[in-house]
């Protein structure tokens, strides 16, 4: 790991320490992994509430009269159709059709957008973003390093955002999923998103850095009657695995096409944009391989890298990401399987820190809330 001084600390790195947060280093950002235990939190999620900072996460900002055009060319999907207050989950593609990054792009009025970007890549996304608008009419800006980003995810979430703030009931009982309006919650201004990672009912509250510990320890109050935990990396991992979403870096990366990833649906080949020749040629014919998921018995979990085995042992894949779900009490993963074994219950093997374990090709997403 990387000593903590090397490493960005989010607004709320204070409350975190405060909280008795355990920290790892995510992508160059001093980030909780967990506050007490990871099943507790996981839980949490599922059954009540759980507060999560995400104030790692890029925000890059697109205002001008072809704000829509030029997302239209910089990204595989259609921004154009999206009506102001609604989201977009897209991709960003390189030329040869390889995923750089996925996201979600909110349009915030008839020519302005936001474009939420993973951690990771932030600064190479926000970067190519700048390229790709050139000629258009439009100014694009980094707004992640005075952004904040906190997320209530759980089922109580509702409950805990109209406790915080009572006056902001009407809008989250008309907030549909994947929408996003400005709201005060516990006296701020927020652009508040019913979006999420984790399976669950949710909501993602954007807001300056400055008021991030005001909001965040409102809604820590806000959730005490709602059993709302504060939430980290380790949980939030399982809770997106469970709901089968990809993540960048394993299930998607620049080598993966949207295709072989099941995102044919994100991808719109009756427009022009960076990547669309590539990917027109792709979709002439079936990918090789194609993601999966698999479910296994027993109690020990397949993890990334792991090979998957068809007839007479051959390699036949190779695991992305793998966990034990805590909701299901099963092992869990997604692999890249090759596409003559990709049907719903194939049954396979997965080569698991030497010994082989059976796996059975399941139905995503491998949980979904009632």
Not at 49 to 73: I, N, R, T, W, Y
Not at 85 to 108: E, H, I, Q
Not at 337 to 354: F, H, I, K, N, P
Request: hydrophobic share 45%; charged share 20%; net charge negative.
């Amino acid at each position: 790991m990387t000593a903590n001084d090397d490493l960005v600390r989010t607004p709320l790195d204070a409350e975190h320490e405060r909280l008795g947060a355990t920290f790892i280093d995510f992508a160059g950002w001093r980030m909780p992994v967990r506050y007490d235990s990871d099943l507790a939190e996981h839980h949490a999620v599922r059954n009540s509430a759980g507060l999560f900072d995400l104030s790692h996460m890029g925000e890059v900002e697109f205002a001008g009269p072809q704000a829509a055009a030029a997302l239209d060319h910089a990204l595989a999907g259609k921004l154009s159709a999206v009506k102001v207050g609604r989201a977009k989950y897209s991709l960003l593609c390189a030329p040869d059709g390889g995923v750089l990054d996925d996201l979600v792009v909110y349009r915030l009025a008839d020519d302005r957008f936001l474009v939420v970007v993973n951690a990771s890549n932030a600064g190479q996304d926000a970067a190519e973003l700048v390229a790709r608008a050139k000629g258009f009419d439009v100014e694009v800006t980094d707004r992640s390093a005075g952004t904040a980003l906190i997320a209530v995810q759980g089922p109580h979430s509702p409950d805990v955002l109209r406790t915080a703030e009572p006056g902001v009931a009407p809008v989250v009982e008309g907030l549909r999923y994947y929408a996003a309006e400005p709201a005060t919650v516990a006296g701020i201004d927020v652009l508040l998103a019913r979006t999420g990672y984790t399976g669950e009912d949710g909501f993602e509250l954007y807001v300056p850095n400055e008021q991030a510990p005001a909001l965040w320890n409102a809604l820590l109050a806000a959730g005490e009657q709602h059993d709302l935990r504060p939430a980290g990396l380790a949980c939030r991992d399982t809770l997106r695995l469970e709901a089968g979403m990809a993540l960048y870096g394993h299930e998607l990366t620049s080598q993966t096409n949207p295709f072989s990833a099941g995102l044919r649906r994100v991808v719109a080949l009756d427009k022009e944009f960076v990547g669309r020749d590539a990917l027109a040629a792709l979709a002439e014919n079936e990918p090789d391989q194609v993601l999966v998921g698999l479910t296994g018995t027993g109690r020990r979990a397949a993890r990334a890298e792991a090979t998957v085995l068809g007839p007479d042992d051959a390699a036949v894949g190779v695991v992305t990401s793998g966990v034990l779900s805590p909701t299901l009490g099963i092992p869990i993963a997604l692999a890249y399987v090759d596409r003559g074994l990709s049907e719903v219950g194939t049954e396979l093997q997965v080569d698991v820190r030497g010994r082989s374990q059976d796996y059975t090709v399941a139905a995503l997403p491998f949980y979904k809330r009632a």
